[in-house]
Each structure stands twice: as structure tokens, then as C-alpha cells.
């Protein structure tokens, strides 16, 4: 009697795991704000419009630099004033963890605090929070397909 034949997989038998769809293209978003509805709202809006991905969020400067380390987001939406290490203290910090992040400050400030906020602290593009979450997605997008 012939010995069986033994192939590398049989009919039913568990397979190695492999993709099944290409790799998300999704740029990665680190949420850094100490209000949660603020995070959350932000989150839900880029999740719906799903050219972007959020990676993660933070509530504080401290945890956003402890996050971008690692997480290596491609872009940080970071809040200017938190308790502890406000936005322009985490700016420096988040860019020396993760120096391929883009950092865009989402702020309540006005234009003339712009200039010296982009000198001074590592920051990419400043939004203001009072022009709308929609103008803000916009905004990302438009830097991002820039850089």
C-alpha cells in the first residue's frame, strides 16, 4: 500500500497570514488637546472624511510627546494652551521625537500671535479654532498634499 501524500496545505487547513488589501494610505493624526469633546469631535470628522486616520490622541503636551515618540504621526493637530507643557512647549519636543510630523497648531489666537508662534516653536501652520472644523480638514489636506 502506497505511504499518503502530504501537501504543505490541505482543503480546509489554516493558511500563513497574508494582506488582503493593499496598505492604508491614510495619513496618520495625532490629536493632542486637553478638552476630550474637543478630541472626539475632532476625531469623529476625520474618521467620516477618511483620507486621514487618527493614530492616537493626547490630553496633555507631555503625553503628545510621549505619543509622537511613538506613534511616528505624520501630522500633530495640537492645541495650543493645556495644563502642564502648553503647545509651544510640546512643539519642540514632539518635533525632535518624531522629525517627519508636520505640527499644525489648532488655537483660539488671533493672526498677530501667527508669526511669532511659526518662528518660534517649531510649527508648521497655525488654524484657528473659531474658522470651523471643515475649514480646519481643508486646511490640513491642502498642507499636506503641499509637503
Do not use: W
Not at 510621549?66 to 495650543?80: F, G, I, R
Not at 512643539?91 to 511659526?118: C, G, H, M, R, W
Amino acid at each position: 500500500m502506497a505511504s499518503p501524500v502530504h501537501a504543505p496545505f490541505s482543503v480546509g487547513a489554516a493558511r500563513p497570514p497574508y494582506p488582503t488589501s493593499a496598505p492604508s494610505e491614510a495619513k496618520q493624526i495625532l490629536i493632542v488637546d486637553d478638552n476630550a469633546v474637543i478630541r472626539s469631535v475632532l476625531r469623529a470628522l476625520i474618521e467620516i472624511k477618511g483620507r486621514f486616520e487618527v493614530c492616537g490622541e493626547a490630553n496633555s503636551g507631555l503625553d503628545g510627546v510621549q505619543q509622537s515618540k511613538t506613534l511616528q504621526p505624520d501630522l500633530v493637530l495640537l492645541d495650543l494652551r493645556m495644563p502642564g507643557m502648553n503647545g509651544l512647549e510640546a512643539a519642540p519636543l514632539i518635533k525632535a521625537a518624531s522629525p517627519n510630523a508636520s505640527i499644525v497648531l489648532f488655537t483660539l489666537y488671533d493672526k498677530e500671535i501667527k508669526e511669532t508662534v511659526y518662528t518660534a516653536a517649531y510649527i508648521d501652520l497655525v488654524l484657528r479654532k473659531s474658522d470651523g472644523l471643515e475649514n480646519l480638514l481643508q486646511s490640513i489636506q491642502n498642507f499636506l498634499d503641499q509637503h
